[in-house]
């Protein structure tokens, strides 16, 4: 920075300053718009004719369904060009209905005798009896091995009974219909009301299929017994038959009575299976929702566009009673920049014209005993020319539009403008024409091409003239007059 010219020292540092301060934001969003908090931060100046990412952050997904619409607003047209609807729906899962627990319970009959016959039979029905043995030791296996399966269903419903209250309970705490922006609420109860879910999760990968193993176990021994029960009805002596026809009619209602068992138990297992999963399912989904990134929504603005016009509309999940008449709303403004834009801005310059002021002094002679009257340049060291000025600016885009994406809030524009100095003792316009960069048009540096007037000495070379003597009736009038000439100016102004 040391070995820039002085002059341009002040656009070295602006740029610096601005390559600096939007580099950092050259991997961000242009605008984002926090739901939690309803506000609107621009990480970099938005141009009319580019397209912009708006970032709508803190979304409460869990609870309410966004609906995002933006529209342009031309600065000069009335016409609006409707941008863009982003619809973000993220799907609820359905309660499930509650399943009864299946804990199978033997009838009464079933806790009656089971058949033991210790008498003496006669050889005729010796077979039957066998085979209905054979039924008996069937139809225990099968209830044993129910039995085993309905201990676990029976934990497994406490289970999910404990998930499910879980889960409501944790939609009542955190989906409050006046606090829902508030994220962190949800993050909450979600640390609370998570555990009972991922036990039932845990708990059905890890003991539902050896019950389900049970209950195949228990069909294929009640299939055994009806074939074998089926086999005595079929080939047993007619005596046999009616000396034991209540008998043989209790065991094929408990043959039904375990069936249905059965049956219930299977119904229990596989509903455990679709809770589980949609268990599973809920909770990931609230986890994603937690840490799901903000919705990015891309906008093309027209080149005549003013103003981007948003709302933002929050509607209760159709899953959550309580929040079913619920609805939140908010709407912002982005201000956009004309990529053609012009304005107006004050401040100095300083030029690479060299300023003049003759005035008439006595000199010594050269014996120095004797003085002489001349006129001498009291500005004779180089002075360059500094003055207030105004500018009007005329913007032609942004550094961006020149491959500098990191600096979209430095701007190009042409200017012109008039600066004021005391020339020959009165006030006198100069003019400038040059180009500009601006930093969100309220800081301006010019580089101009700078004319206005100096003071000339009429009556010859001012270093010869200062040697010699000037007659009394030459009047500073007379002697001094102005000229045109122009030179290198730098401007610092701010906008109007």
């Not at 109860?189 to 039932?200: C, F, G, I, M, T």
């Amino acid at each position: 920075m040391s070995r820039i010219p002085g002059p341009f020292r002040l656009i070295a540092s602006l740029l610096s300053f601005a390559t600096t301060s939007t580099s950092a934001a050259a991997q961000t969003h242009d605008v984002t718009y926090d739901w939690q908090t309803q506000s609107l931060t621009n990480a970099r100046d938005v141009v009319a004719g580019r397209t912009i990412s708006v970032e709508f952050a803190n979304l409460n997904l869990v609870c309410y369904d966004y609906a995002i619409t933006m529209e342009q607003v031309a600065a000069i047209e009335s016409n609006k060009d409707f941008l863009a609807a982003f619809v973000g729906q993220l799907s609820s899962g359905e309660t499930q209905s509650e399943q009864p627990a299946i804990a199978y319970e033997a009838p009464a009959k079933q806790a009656a005798e089971l058949f033991a016959f210790k008498m003496m039979i006669p050889a005729d029905v010796k077979d039957a009896v066998e085979r209905l043995d054979r039924v008996i030791n069937e139809y225990e296996k099968g209830r044993n091995a129910l039995r085993v399966a309905s201990q676990t269903l029976g934990m497994l419903s406490e289970k999910r009974n404990l998930a499910k209250q879980a889960l409501e309970k944790f939609y009542i705490d955190a989906c409050i219909p006046n606090k829902g922006r508030d994220r962190s609420i949800v993050g909450a109860a979600w640390r609370v009301a998570s555990k009972a879910p991922e036990d039932l999760v845990t708990e059905v990968t890890s003991r539902l299929s050896a019950v389900e193993a049970n209950i195949s176990s228990a069909k294929r021994a009640l299939a055994e017994a009806v074939i074998l029960f089926g086999r005595i009805r079929r080939d047993a002596s007619a005596q046999f038959l009616s000396d034991n026809q209540g008998k043989l009619r209790d065991r094929a209602d408990l043959h039904a009575a375990l069936a249905i068992a059965i049956e219930d138990a299977s119904k229990t297992a596989s509903q455990l299976r679709t809770e589980s999963t949609a268990a599973h399912v809920a909770s990931t989904e609230i986890a994603d929702a937690l840490t799901s990134p903000p919705r990015i929504l891309s906008v093309t603005l027209q080149e005549s566009t003013g103003t981007v016009t948003g709302s933002i509309v929050a509607t209760g999940k159709p899953g959550i009673p309580h929040l079913k008449e619920v609805e939140l709303k908010n709407t912002f403004e982005i201000p956009v920049y004309r990529r053609f834009r012009a304005f107006l801005s004050t401040g100095f310059i300083k030029s690479s014209l060299n300023e003049h002021k003759f005035e008439r002094q006595n000199l010594p002679g050269p014996d120095d005993t004797t003085t002489y009257s001349t006129f001498v340049d009291m500005r004779s060291a180089r002075s360059l020319a500094f003055a207030p000025a105004v500018f009007s600016h005329m913007t032609l885009g942004s550094l961006a539009d020149f491959g500098l994406t990191a600096l979209t809030g430095v701007s190009v524009a042409v200017s012109g403008g008039v600066a004021a100095r005391s020339v020959n003792a009165r006030i006198s316009p100069d003019f400038l024409l040059g180009a500009s960069l601006g930093v969100r048009d309220r800081v301006m540096l010019t580089a101009a091409w700078h004319t206005g007037r100096v003071e000339h000495l009429i009556i010859g070379n001012p270093e010869e003239v200062r040697k010699s003597a000037v007659p009394t009736e030459i009047t500073r009038e007379g002697a001094v007059g102005e000229r045109w000439r122009s030179g290198f100016a730098i401007a610092f102004s701010v906008s109007m």
